[in-house]
């Protein structure tokens, strides 16, 4: 949810989601269509994305203002994650 909320800052469609997030985690993270589209449906349902337009068999999404709210909740709880896991290391 946090790599997809966070392409999502730019608006892209599902293709492009896969990509940035392949991208950005150095190919860590690989996301299928199946996880992806259940996601951005599941995400949008939540009111964290919208469609912003439809061409095609294309469909474009950008994050909300209350997707971002939640982004920013998860940076912070992961921060905090990262700041325990120092203490062990």
Known sequence: MFYILF??????HGYGV?????????GRIVLGAGTIYTSLG???ADGLVTVTSREDRRTNYLITPR?????????RR?????RYAKEIL
């Open 18 to 26: 896969m990509q940035h997030v392949e991208e950005l985690t150095q």
């Open 7 to 12: 392409a999502l800052r730019t608006e892209r």
């Open 67 to 75: 997707g971002t709210e939640v982004l920013r909740q998860e940076a």
């Open 42 to 44: 599941k995400l949008e």
């Open 78 to 82: 992961l921060a905090e994650l990262s």
